[in-house]
């Protein structure tokens, strides 16, 4: 954005309207005229005209209005304030290559990764097991993006995908990363005194609803076995994430799939309703473009998802028990 008011320019930006910044080429002239002691040695170095040197050397003058040179009959010698000039600039060239070379050797060395998820599974799942990843690869650049349902790959920059639901992702591969299991799960506040945690509870608590599986309570009981009078009413939110903070702030019991909320499980911030998790259709998949089947990004990404599903399941498992 560009930037306007009486504060919006920068000290560069005062010198260049005033003519006052010497070129990278005038500077490197003086830088070896002085070295040298000689205009002519440093135009062979420069592979221009000794005359180009000395109007390179003299346009710095007239900028600055101070002679950086003295001609004597041993060559050139700089002046007091053309040995000070040449400390100053040399120590910014120096530092102004090195900069150039760490840019370079950064882009030589580092790849980017850019990753689209589900909002909710990126930032209750993905998001705290990220620190692994870019430990066991700090060469890569990984960049986030939410994204819900189907998108094409082809012009966008998004290398690889965590998919929900069915494996079919038309011109890409797909992997699976995990099954998906539903358990009840409400606060420990709204469970009676001496009562232990079951899902006849449910019958007493409010269904927090989640807006796009408007079925997913119905279904749950059917496979359980509880017929329930009203599976189907109860406050919806879109995202997970909110339906978790209302199960937490104990507005009532959501369903949700246990890996989601792992720490809060272990917490004991929510308490498990039921102690059997029932099996949905769908999955989580990897999905990527054929092209990008062999980026090494991809390919160390694939192995990472892979060693936290299991580990994932590890942890869902002694929670269950």
């Not at 919006?8 to 005229?33: H, K, M, Q, W």
Request: proline share 7%.
């Amino acid at each position: 954005m560009k930037r306007t008011g009486p504060d919006s320019s920068t000290p560069i930006d005062a010198i260049e309207r005033e003519g006052s910044l010497p070129s990278l080429t005038s500077l490197r002239a003086f830088i070896l005229a002085a070295q040298y002691k000689s205009f002519s040695r440093a135009a062979e170095e420069l592979n221009i005209t000794q005359s180009g040197v000395s109007r390179a050397v003299r346009s710095i003058e007239e900028i600055t209005a101070t002679p950086l040179f003295e001609r004597t009959g041993h060559g050139l010698v700089l002046t007091e304030s053309g040995a000070a000039y040449f400390e100053e600039v040399s120590t910014l060239l120096s530092e102004l290559g090195a900069a150039t070379l760490r840019l370079a050797t950064y882009k030589s060395t580092h790849e980017s990764l850019s990753i689209a998820t589900l909002p909710s599974l990126g930032s209750r799942w993905l998001a705290p097991r990220l620190i692994r990843f870019l430990k066991q690869n700090p060469t890569i650049d990984i960049s986030v993006t939410g994204r819900i349902g189907h998108f094409e790959f082809d012009g966008s920059n998004i290398d690889a995908a965590i998919h929900y639901g069915s494996e079919a992702w038309p011109g890409s591969l797909s992997e699976l990363i995990m099954d998906e299991v539903l358990v009840p799960m409400c606060s420990p506040a709204l469970i009676r005194k001496g009562v232990a945690p079951n899902a006849r509870l449910l019958f007493e608590l409010t269904l927090i609803q989640h807006t796009h599986r408007p079925t997913a309570w119905r279904e749950w009981f059917k496979d359980v076995g509880i017929d329930h009078p009203h599976p189907n009413q109860g406050p919806r939110f879109e995202q997970y994430q909110m339906g978790i903070e209302a199960a937490i702030s104990g507005l009532g019991a959501i369903l949700m799939p246990p890996f989601m909320v792992i720490d809060e499980l272990t917490s004991g911030r929510l308490v498990l309703l039921h102690s059997v998790p029932v099996p949905t259709p769908w999955r989580y998949y990897l999905v990527y473009p054929k092209g990008k089947r062999s980026k090494p990004g991809v390919q160390k990404f694939r192995t990472f998802l892979r060693a936290e599903a299991r580990r994932t399941a590890e942890q869902t498992l002694q929670l269950m028990r």
